[in-house]
């Protein structure tokens, strides 16, 4: 090992540059929870609602359901997944989701 | 009229007992009549800091709970004249600290004090919505780090729907904030939100920037308000902030990292420091 090998094998690797990252998720979250502050939070209410009419039409299982929300500067997506039962003959491992 | 001033963050551990101690010191030396109070019952640390933990004998909950009178709990700083300080219980839980009560204190400190300080303890439970209740004006302090901006910008909605002020729909609690722990190495680096990503997204007017700095560790090994240590970056920026506290203009320092400048720098110029 040479001098130089010496160096620069103990030079550490620029680091990246996160701060930037660190702004920009601030300042998302902080947007949805300033308007939390003055608004109650629906997403609750908005899955049982939800959930009440699915189960008007089949009978499904309240604890296959999956809601899941990412919050964006531009746009949010709320994503609710419901397990629906399969039919009769082919109930159980293989029940259909959608 | 008496100032009540909330010390306060959200998150723990990013600066306000240091805060508090600092700004209190320093609005007393410039001949302010200045107490200030420890709001973390069961946690008691401005005694420490302000090097006043030998001559503790009573404190907050045994004026409330009229165990003592308001003047013997009070304890005179040996180093400023117009300083005192009104210790936590260390024994006692939280639900010790009434709103009547503490209301009777601040309204009693009121009428012989420029300045009543108030440093909150963490979080946004009982004992932090007590210590900024009362308030007028608020030094929110932050470091620079996602979470406690984000605590910060919490607080201030509290502030701005909790308060005694926000209650009764008088002129809101006036806002300040304290950036602290501030290293310039790093945000250079890109490693540490600057301080202008602070301003944008908090969005409120700044009273001062604390750097990073061992002197804050050796004030509080001896007890002595960092503010004191006058050779000190923290000492230095502490006493700016106070003066910006008091109305006057201050240009901010301490902001660029402290190494040689380099060519481009000397050749173009660098913002002031
Ligand atoms: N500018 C600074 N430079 C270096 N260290 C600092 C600085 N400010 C505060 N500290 C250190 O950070 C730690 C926490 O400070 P301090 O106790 O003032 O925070 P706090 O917000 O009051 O905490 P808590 O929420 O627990 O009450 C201490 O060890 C203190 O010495
Ligand atoms: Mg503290």
Redesign the interface.
């Given at each position: 090992m040479s001098w130089l090998d010496y160096f620069r094998a103990n030079r550490k690797p620029e680091p990246p540059a996160t701060a930037s990252a660190a702004k920009e998720r601030l300042q998302i979250v902080l947007a949805h929870e300033r308007i939390g502050r003055t608004r109650e939070d629906f997403l609750p209410k908005l899955q049982m609602e939800l959930v009440a009419v699915v189960a008007r039409y089949v009978a499904i299982d309240p604890g296959k359901v999956n809601i899941n929300l990412d919050r964006g500067g531009d746009m949010s997506t709320l994503a609710i997944e419901i397990e629906l039962p399969g039919p009769p003959s082919v109930r159980g491992p293989r029940a259909a989701t959608g | 009229m008496a100032q009540v001033i909330v010390v306060t963050s959200g998150k723990g551990g990013v600066g306000k007992t240091t805060t508090s101690a600092a700004i209190a010191t320093g609005l007393a030396q410039r001949g302010k009549k200045t107490v200030v109070i420890d709001f973390d019952v069961g946690l008691r640390n401005l005694d420490l800091i302000m090097g006043v933990e030998r001559r503790v004998v009573f404190d907050i909950v045994n004026v409330i709970q009229g165990e003592a009178r308001l003047n013997q709990a009070l304890i005179r700083d040996k180093r400023v004249d117009t300083l005192s300080i009104l210790p936590a219980s260390q024994t006692r839980d939280k639900d010790a600290l009434t709103r009547e009560g503490v209301a009777t204190i601040i309204d009693q400190l009121k009428e012989d004090h420029d300045f009543i300080l108030c440093d909150s303890p963490a979080g946004i439970e009982k004992g932090a919505l007590l210590a900024l209740y009362f308030a007028d004006q608020a030094i929110v302090v932050t470091n620079p780090?996602?979470s406690s901006?984000?605590d910060s910008?919490?607080i201030l909605?509290v502030l701005q729907?909790k308060s005694k002020r926000a209650e009764e729909k008088r002129d809101k609690v006036k806002e300040h904030l304290l950036v602290t722990r501030y290293d310039p190495n790093r945000?250079e680096?890109?490693?540490?939100?600057?301080l202008e990503?602070i301003r944008e997204?908090l969005a409120i007017p700044l009273l001062g920037v604390i750097p990073e700095n061992e002197s804050v560790l050796r004030a509080s090994n001896t007890g002595t308000p960092v503010i004191m240590d006058q050779e000190s970056a923290a000492g230095q920026a502490y006493k700016d902030a106070v003066s910006r506290f008091l109305g006057e203009d201050v240009p901010h320092r301490f902001l660029e990292p402290d190494k040689k400048p380099g060519l481009f720098k000397r050749l173009f110029g660098g913002r002031a420091a």
């Open positions: - | 780090e996602v901006v984000r910008d919490r909605g729907s945000v680096r890109g490693e540490m939100l600057k990503d997204i």
